[in-house]
C-alpha cells in the first residue's frame, strides 16, 4: 500500500529565509506526487505536481520540488519565504492508472516569523 | 467561479441527527472524490464516482455513509445517525479525463465542516 510521511509537524521559518518542507513516499513504482496548501478553514490548493521527465518541478507562488527515487523523497523548496506563505502543506502520492486516488500525509504546518 | 463549491460550509448538529452535503464540481469534470479530514491529519479517501457510478469506496465508508451522483454533476454525501466521531471536514474534489489517465490534477472544494455535539 501506498503511504506518505511527512516528519516535521511544525517548522517556523523567519521571513526571507529558505524553506524546505520533507516529504518521504512508499510506493512499488515511479509515483505521481503532489504538493498542496491548505489555508486554515480551506480547501487544498495545487502547489505543484510530478508525473515524469525533469525530476525538478517547478510551482505556483515560487516553489520548487525535487523527486529524488533513491530516497523516495519528494521535498518542497522556496528560496524565500513571505509571510503569506504560512499555512499547512501536504505532499501526496497518486495512483498510477486505475482511480487515481490521492493519500496524503499528515501534513507540515509553516509559521513565518517576522 | 468555475471551481468546484460545497454546501454547507459549515454544519453543527447533535448525535444521532442525519446530515447531507453537496458538492458541485467543475462542470466538464467527470469523476469526483470525496475526502474526510480530521484534525492534524492529512485528507483519507472516502469515495470515487465517474460520471454517476460509485466505483471505489474506502473502508473508512461504513454503512452509515452513503454517496449519490445520480445525473453525474453534483453529489451528496449522506451520514445517518451522526456520532462525534464524524465530526471534520469533508472534501470534495473533481478531476477530467478517464480512469486510467493518471495525469490529471485534483481540484479541491472549500469543503463541509462537521460538528456532531
Known amino acids: 500500500a501506498q503511504s506518505v510521511t511527512q516528519p516535521d509537524i511544525h517548522i517556523t521559518v523567519s521571513e526571507g529565509a529558505s524553506l524546505e518542507l520533507r516529504c518521504n513516499y512508499s510506493y512499488g513504482a515511479t509515483p505521481y506526487l503532489f504538493w498542496y496548501v491548505q489555508s486554515p478553514g480551506q480547501g487544498l490548493q495545487l502547489l505543484l505536481k510530478y508525473f515524469s521527465g525533469d525530476t525538478l518541478v517547478q510551482g505556483i507562488k515560487g516553489f520548487e520540488a525535487e523527486f529524488k527515487r533513491s530516497q523516495s523523497s519528494f521535498n518542497l523548496r522556496k528560496p524565500s519565504v513571505h509571510w503569506s506563505d504560512a499555512a499547512e502543506y501536504f505532499c501526496a502520492v497518486g495512483s498510477v492508472g486505475g482511480y487515481s486516488t490521492l493519500t496524503f500525509g499528515k501534513g507540515t504546518m509553516l509559521l513565518v516569523s517576522p | ?117
Request: with cysteine.
Open chain 2, 1 to 117: 467561479d468555475t471551481g468546484v463549491s460545497q454546501d454547507p460550509r459549515h454544519k453543527i448538529t447533535k448525535r444521532g441527527q442525519n446530515v447531507t452535503f453537496r458538492c458541485d464540481p467543475i462542470s466538464e469534470h467527470n469523476r469526483l472524490y470525496w475526502y474526510r479530514q480530521t484534525l492534524g491529519q492529512g485528507p483519507e479517501f472516502l469515495t470515487y464516482f465517474q460520471n454517476e457510478a460509485q466505483l471505489e469506496k474506502s473502508r473508512l465508508l461504513s454503512d452509515r455513509f452513503s454517496a449519490e451522483r445520480p445525473k453525474g454533476s453534483f453529489s451528496t454525501l449522506e451520514i445517518q445517525r451522526t456520532e462525534q466521531g464524524d465530526s471534520a471536514m469533508y472534501l470534495c474534489a473533481s478531476m477530467g479525463g478517464t480512469s486510467g489517465n493518471s495525469q490529471e490534477t485534483q481540484y479541491f472544494g472549500p469543503g463541509t465542516r462537521l460538528l456532531v455535539l
